[in-house]
């Protein structure tokens, strides 16, 4: 969890904290794995990460940590839905989003990368292969994450997924690329794969834009 100096409840939170927050998280992710890797076959495994990650498992009383987590949660589950109160107002919001083009790009893209591979077994173990569709599907991921919210959503997290959106489709662009330039994907094919993924990030740039406006309508910014 983050220190409360650098993560202040009180503040509000533009995209920029947020995404200080998600790489955060990520970073701390990863540390967890690789413990829990490391000490899989320790008895006293939960002990020995909680310890390393940092965490009092102890502690009965949480203060100032507690009113913390208390607005990620809530930030969270107003995100992703998971608040009762909202549940109507999400599931309005994830009808809309699968109703949207940018969702239909996605899931096209999605559609055409699996059936490259369907096609062509000699890409399955292919590095840059493997990237062009991982980095795909993460796109779509982190769009879903950044516009299945509700009216009450923390706009500054909308615009952090979006942005990691933008990153996975220039990373899965570039992937696009490599392959064209090894010559493993003809020229047809990779004209179609890069609108695509073009179409998806200008939709991508229109979101960041418009919900950058809606940040500073909200906040008087």
């Not at 002990?47 to 507690?66: H, K, L, P, R």
Request: charged share 40%; glycine share 4%; aromatic share 10%.
């Amino acid at each position: 969890m983050a220190d409360n100096n650098d993560f202040p409840p009180e503040e509000i939170w533009d995209e920029y904290v947020w995404e200080r927050f998600l790489q955060q998280q990520d970073r701390n992710t990863e540390k967890y794995f690789q413990l829990l890797e490391k000490y899989m076959d320790d008895p006293d495994r939960d002990d020995i990460i909680a310890e390393e990650m940092g965490w009092d498992v102890f502690a009965t009383a949480y203060d100032d940590q507690e009113e913390v987590e208390d607005f990620l949660t809530e930030a969270t589950e107003l995100l992703s839905g998971e608040s009762g109160e909202d549940e109507e107002d999400y599931e309005n919001e994830f009808e809309e989003f699968t109703q949207s083009p940018v969702y239909e790009d996605t899931l096209r893209l999605h559609r055409w990368v699996n059936t490259l591979f369907d096609k062509r077994a000699d890409l399955r173990e292919n590095p840059e292969a493997i990237r062009f569709a991982t980095r795909s599907a993460v796109c779509g991921a982190k769009l879903a994450a950044a516009l299945c919210g509700t009216e009450h959503s923390e706009i500054g997290m909308t615009i952090a997924y979006l942005k990691r959106a933008l990153k996975s489709a220039n990373d899965s662009l570039e992937a696009a690329q490599k392959l064209a330039d090894a010559g493993h994907l003809d020229r047809r094919r990779a004209n179609h794969a890069r609108r695509l993924i073009f179409r998806i990030r200008d939709r991508i740039v229109d979101y960041m834009r418009e919900y950058r406006v809606k940040w500073r309508q909200r906040h008087d910014r």
